[in-house]
């Protein structure tokens, strides 16, 4: 983004003329007006720079936008050499809007932020005006949460702000939006119809041939300025003129020390013809956008990697490049989604092909993850034990603990709970050797380990052992101040609690877990939080509160398309029902936990539904289906080695098998 201008009063120049240009103005007009009302809206305005430069200007001396605060966003193709960022561009560009001194304003834009959106949205914002950080929690977040506060935190502000005095925002040469931007817009473009807010989003004719960049909603009102008579349309800025300039800038940006300045190398070294160099910049400038957590720029980055690949010579190594650009490609895209897989299942063909078992191995890796995202227990499982195979023939020990832990997750969820068992305490003593090889945030590996160990530990039946193990994790998060970490152990600690039937002893871990997992928006566990904590407050008597938090996290899970967390989820229900007095309810909610959860073969998950079950079925006098369901259900625990489900089991066949 090049440099925002706020409230800006540009010189008008001539006033723009033309039946299109007036019928612009009016809808503009009419936009601002409601919005001045507290009914904001979206604009899509397509216009040549020059026609969208006299219009703007002609708007901001209008008298409709008198009463407006004006935020003018310019996007720029590529990211200014040693400029702010994105988001503290515009950060920067509210503080004319707090009408103070800068420090005082931007202290007032960091409270608009938390008054909005919470005290780590206020954070977010403080962080980007520089400002002292004020939450120990904000520290123990990654980097892809803090993007998202980011996000959020502005975009409240400025939803904060737009009460005090209606706001228009500009966004100029939209086709070149990057980094963390179009996801900003996406965040107002939500929010805008209850607020003070006009955005007037205006992109070329050239790029609407091409789209590029940020695309506004189909719900934006559409302008368009027809393009001028006789001249050509712009072009977006990537025109192909002279090589020689290019190798000329590029040869000037080989000396440059600014980070920027690999951006600048990647769109040059193609223009001038420079395939290698092309590849390299691209490569080094998708790394850089994911560590920026600006996923969109990176798989840009990456494809136009593949794109100068393409213009190389067929060598080995280019194409380890090739499969290694696909490796990356997998992690831009959202891990439940299809593009991932279809992307880390190129990266494995390619692998297996060029016969690279270490990059075999990276992909598989990659599918066991995006599988498991996926809801797919078993193909995860498949995936993860072929790479663990290969991980030990190649002596890579780093990438055996990550294997180890994401195969004791998957065995976790699929209710093989002593071979996950058998895996974590091989994560454990690999972790504890090789520690320092470990790439990442290392203190989520030991906490990730004796988390999942525990409740593999109280469902065998070991309940000292689980809480003791629930225990040591949560010291450990508690120790590296990583938040996620701190939100799994309390969960872990809390389920190993009611696995025992320790009902008192779960609640408190599990407060903790949905106040964290709230505040950081957690959003892969909160479900799993909320409906334990529900189950736990309904076993220890607070009937209405508990049902109240199941009944959200059932929601929570389906509006999230968390599959997995589905089954438990339900059981949990079911028993709350029961012990409400509603057998017909337990039945039906049991009902369906065992048959999603059979489904995704989570044998663990459909024996206690199938018990939950029994229960409401024998409730509702009928006896000899509650044995059947009782069958089932000890049939699973005794493949499964879950004592505790086994001996509740035997405690209901007394009740309900006649004398």
Known sequence: ??????????????????????????????????????????????????????????????????????????????????????????????????????????????????????????????????????????????????????????AAALLDLCYERPILIVVENAQWTRGLTGALLDALGNAVEDARLCLLVIRSPAA??????????????????????????????????????????????????????????????????????????????????????????????????????????????????????????????????????????????LAEDLGDRLRVARALSLLATLRWAGGDLPGARRAGMQALRIWRHTESPGQQVQTLIKLGRGLTEEGRFRHADTILRAAALAAREKACLLPGPTALAPVCIAAHQARCRAELGEPEEALRLARAALAQAE????????????LHLGWAALTAQRYAVAVEPLKRAVVITETIRLHACQPLVLGALGYALVRTGALNDGASLLLGSREHARMLGIRRHEPQILTWIAEAALLSGQPEDAVRNARDAAGKAAASRQSGDEAWARLALARGLAAQGDFAAALQSLDAAARIAAQRSMAPLLAQCADLRKTVTPA
Not at 479 to 490: D, E, F, Q, T
């Open 208 to 349: 609407c041939e091409r789209p590029r960049g940020w695309m506004p909603p189909g719900t934006a009102r559409r302008i368009v300025l027809p393009a001028p008579d006789g001249g050509p349309t712009e072009s977006d800025g990537a025109g192909r003129d002279d090589p020689t300039t290019h190798a000329a800038l590029l040869n000037a940006l080989r000396r440059d020390r600014r980070p920027e300045r690999i951006e600048w190398m990647a769109h040059h070294a193609p223009l001038a013809g420079d395939w290698a160099l092309a590849c390299a910049c691209a490569r080094h400038a998708g790394r850089r956008a994911e560590a920026d957590c600006r996923p969109a720029d990176a798989a840009r980055h990456y494809r136009d990697a593949l794109t100068a690949l393409d213009r190389l010579p067929k060598t080995q190594r280019n194409a380890q490049r090739r499969i290694d650009l696909w490796t990356a490609l997998t992690r831009t895209h959202a891990p439940s989604g299809s593009d991932a897989i279809k992307a880390a299942e190129k990266a494995l063909m």
């Open 1 to 154: 983004m090049a440099q925002p201008r706020s409230v800006a009063r540009d010189e008008a120049g001539a006033p723009p003329d033309g039946a299109a240009f007036r019928r612009a103005l009016m809808d503009i007009a009419d936009a601002l007006h409601h919005a001045e009302e507290g009914i904001g809206s979206m604009l899509s305005l397509t216009a040549a720079n020059e026609d969208a430069s006299r219009l703007i200007a002609t708007l901001v001396h209008s008298p409709v936008s008198a009463g407006f605060s004006i935020l003018r966003w310019p996007q720029s193709l590529l990211p200014p050499l040693g400029g702010p960022d994105d988001l503290e561009a515009v950060a920067a560009s509210l503080l004319p809007l707090a009408d103070d001194l800068p420090d005082k304003a931007r202290q007032n834009i960091a409270l608009a932020a938390e008054r909005g959106g919470g005290e780590l949205a206020g954070e977010a914002v403080r962080s980007l005006l520089g400002l002292p950080l004020l939450q120990p929690l904000w520290l123990g977040l990654d980097g892809a949460q803090r993007a998202e506060f980011h996000v959020e935190g502005l």
């Open 479 to 490: 120790g590296s101040g990583h938040a996620p970490s701190r939100a799994l152990a309390c």
